[in-house]
């Protein structure tokens, strides 16, 4: 089943990331995904979610959204580049900071794709379970 990785050396808050994830999803899924450290490689033909920084894990060329989008490799500390694709017959997420609080930043936008609000007065979720599925998106 999907996993979410992290990377190898993550920081507080790229744990923090993976762990939010693993919590949302399972409030909206009802699947609790395993989070794992990653090796040299994504493991291929399973489905992941890969959260970090451009230091801590690997990242395959991917393509950019517009060539307005800013470059993977000049994100600024609290920004991130979210990329969701199909990836060697698997769906993967990579959620890739500029710094550990953008990877954070990342997963509350990549989670916002699956219908959660975060507002001050508490966390808004579906109506109902949904199947961990997004469509393609390349964005910043």
Same mark, same amino acid.
């Not at 040299?40 to 990242?59: D, R």
């Given at each position: +089943?999907?996993?979410?990785? %992290? +990377? ?5 808050? *790229? ?15 009802? !699947? !609790? ?21 451009? #230091?801590?894990?690997?990242?395959? *060329?991917?393509?950019?959204?517009? =060539? ?8 600024? =500390? *609290?920004?991130?580049y979210?990329?969701?694709? =199909?990836? =060697?017959?698997?769906? %993967?997420?990579?959620?890739? +900071? ?5 990877? &954070?930043?990342?997963?509350? $936008?990549?989670? #916002? !794709?699956?219908?959660i609000?975060?507002? &001050? ?6 109506? $109902?379970? &949904?199947?961990?599925r997004? !469509?393609?998106?390349? *964005? $910043?």
């Amino acid at each position: +089943g999907a996993t979410i990785w %992290t +990377g190898r050396n993550a920081a507080g808050q *790229e744990i923090q990331a993976a762990k939010e994830i693993q919590r949302y999803l399972y409030r909206i899924s009802g !699947k !609790k995904l395993p989070i794992r450290t990653l090796g040299p490689a994504i493991p291929k033909g399973i489905p992941a979610i890969v959260v970090g920084t451009l #230091e801590g894990v690997p990242f395959p *060329e991917v393509k950019r959204s517009s =060539d307005n989008t800013p470059g993977l490799f000049a994100l600024q =500390d *609290e920004a991130f580049y979210l990329a969701i694709s =199909d990836a =060697d017959g698997a769906p %993967t997420a990579h959620i890739i +900071g500029g710094s550990p609080i953008g990877a &954070l930043y990342g997963a509350y $936008t990549f989670l #916002e !794709k699956f219908g959660i609000g975060f507002y &001050l007065g508490g966390d808004v979720f579906p109506g $109902t379970a &949904l199947p961990l599925r997004v !469509k393609p998106i390349y *964005e $910043t």
